[in-house]
Nanobody
Framework: QVQLVESGGGLVQPGGSLRLSCAGS????????IGWFRQAPGKEREGISR????????YYADSVKGRFTISRDNAKNTVYLQMNSLKPEDTAVYYC?????????????????WGQGTQVTVSS
């Protein structure tokens, strides 16, 4: 059974850090493009970072560039999102997703696999 399971969310003060994990099971994650998305209440789901299966290239949305870092540990079949200098506007449910096709993952936002999401709340 294929699963993506996010963890690491929580409540953090502005300026703080969190590391989200996306653990895969039932498939080999390094063969897939992995994306991190987030959805705040009343807003559309937005892609914030991705890592390519082909060459490991990373991409960040302007809203998180310089503060978030995506990485993968193939031995653990896990992708991470290190989030630093968190702001209240980063509050959202964060999802990881996987697809062999980057277009389907990132442009269509219809990847073959979605995680269940983890809540991140940035508040004092």
């Amino acid at each position: 059974q294929v699963q993506l399971v996010e963890s690491g969310g929580g409540l953090v003060q502005p300026g703080g850090s969190l590391r989200l994990s996306c653990a895969g099971s039932g498939f080999t994650m390094d063969s897939y493009n992995i994306g991190w998305f987030r959805q705040a209440p009343g807003k559309e789901r937005e892609g914030i970072s991705r890592i390519s299966s082909a060459d490991g290239k990373t991409y960040y949305a302007d809203s998180v560039k310089g503060r978030f870092t995506i990485s993968r540990d193939n031995a653990k079949n896990t992708v991470y999102l290190q989030m630093n200098s968190l702001k209240p506007e980063d509050t959202a449910v964060y999802y990881c997703a996987a697809d062999e096709r980057l277009f389907r993952l990132w442009v269509l936002k219809r990847p073959v696999y979605w995680g269940q999401g983890t809540q991140v709340t940035v508040s004092s």
